[in-house]
Each structure stands twice: as structure tokens, then as C-alpha cells.
């Protein structure tokens, strides 16, 4: 079990900066895969960023050059640098920890949500 809080959203002007953060508890941090997601107006949610286990990170086409994962796994927190932000990242952030294990049934994914955290790009 996984729990995650983010925090760090809120107002930034296009071309500022913003870090999220996402604090997680309860489990064997290091073993999970770590993804941001945004949710807009619309009822999907976007995967934006991605690292691995071992470090490994990709991130969605819109985002790349601009946006930065990273963890830590001795703080159990993973963040999120956005760099040069538009109006168009502007969405609920979500954090989201997922995890593969091979059980007698087969493989099952084990997956854990944060509450989200607001971020508005606005001039």
C-alpha cells in the first residue's frame, strides 16, 4: 500500500517556474514505477512523465525540454520541474505509483493515486 500527497501547485505566470511535489508513504517506495498525470477540463487523464525503478524517465511530446521527473528515493518523494509553463499545462496534477508483481493468478499492476494538485498558467 502507497500513499501520495502531492503539493507545489498553484498560480504561475507563462515562462516562470514551478515544482510539484509528491511525498509517498506507507510501502517499499523504490519498487514502484513513478508517473505524473494531468487532468484538464475533460474527464481523461494525460500521462506527462514517467521514471522507472532504475531512473529510466520519458515524457509525453508536449512537455519534452520543459518539464523534469526526478526521485528521491531516501525522502520518498518524487518531483516535478516545470520550466517555461503555458497556458496549455494548466490542469490538476496527479501522482501515480505503479507497481508489477507476479502472483499465482499471474501478473498484476498495482496502482496508487494522489489527491491532485492545482496548476494554473495565467498571465
Known amino acids: 500500500q502507497v500513499q501520495l500527497v502531492e503539493s507545489g501547485g498553484g498560480l504561475v505566470q507563462p515562462g516562470g517556474s514551478l515544482r510539484l511535489s509528491c511525498a509517498a508513504s506507507g510501502s517499499i517506495f523504490s519498487m514502484y514505477v513513478i508517473s505524473w498525470y494531468r487532468q484538464a477540463a475533460g474527464p481523461k487523464r494525460e500521462l506527462v512523465a514517467t521514471i522507472t525503478t532504475g531512473g529510466s524517465t520519458n515524457y509525453a511530446d508536449s512537455v519534452k525540454g520543459r518539464f523534469t521527473i526526478s526521485r528521491d528515493n531516501a525522502k520518498n518523494t518524487v518531483y516535478l520541474q516545470m520550466n517555461s509553463p503555458k497556458p496549455e499545462d494548466t490542469a490538476v496534477y496527479y501522482c501515480?505509483?505503479?507497481?508489477?508483481?507476479?502472483?499465482?493468478?499471474?501478473?498484476?499492476?498495482?496502482?496508487?493515486w494522489g489527491q491532485g494538485t492545482q496548476v494554473t498558467v495565467s498571465s
Open positions: 501515480n505509483a505503479r507497481r508489477l508483481v507476479l502472483e499465482d493468478t499471474g501478473t498484476r499492476e498495482y496502482e496508487y
